[in-house]
């Protein structure tokens, strides 16, 4: 599948790109929002979510855990980078119907010179080129093990 970001890509005096237009369509919002977070910008990723932005995520607890707005979001991201600051993910597929978009992706990252990949699955609800709901599920269980095993 090829997609199409809507945007005039400029560099702007400190090098980075400038990003004019956004992502009109769910799909090219998910899109922008994930490859905003391969690139470590945190920033950009939170302008395509909503204020008030509900996220699910897995937690020890068998009913996960809510995020509640972009400051929770914001303090979720940042906390995330500063553990798995190589952190990327790819897409492997995408599925739009209406509003909603279902992703499969694999997370790649490093902990303690080992790379791990681990599948993950994420649906997202877009509303007037904002996400306004996201719930992502991976196996939490094993990736504790894992960083139990090689050490935090």
């Known amino acids: 599948m090829i997609w199409t ?21 769910p799909a090219e919002v998910v899109r922008a929002s994930i490859a905003a977070l391969n690139r ?5 990723a939170l302008r395509y979510c909503a204020d008030d932005i509900v996220v699910w995520v897995p937690s020890p607890q068998l ?3 809510e995020i509640r707005g972009k400051q929770q979001l914001r303090a979720l991201l940042e906390a995330s980078e500063a ?10 597929t995408l599925v739009v119907d209406g509003d909603h978009v279902a992703v499969e992706l694999v ?27 996201q719930s992502c599920y ?13 050490g935090s």
């Open 5 to 25: 970001l809507r945007c005039r890509i400029e560099r702007g005096g400190d090098g980075r790109a400038v990003v004019e237009g956004r992502a009109s369509t």
């Open 83 to 92: 553990q798995w600051p190589d952190m990327w993910s790819a897409v492997k």
């Open 63 to 65: 009913d996960g855990q």
């Open 107 to 133: 997370a790649v990252a490093t902990h303690n010179g080992q790379r791990i990949a681990q599948p993950m699955a994420a649906f997202y609800t877009v509303r007037e080129g904002v996400i306004v709901r």
């Open 40 to 44: 470590g910008d945190i920033e950009a």
């Open 138 to 150: 991976f196996d939490l269980a094993a990736l504790i093990e894992l960083v139990r095993q090689t």
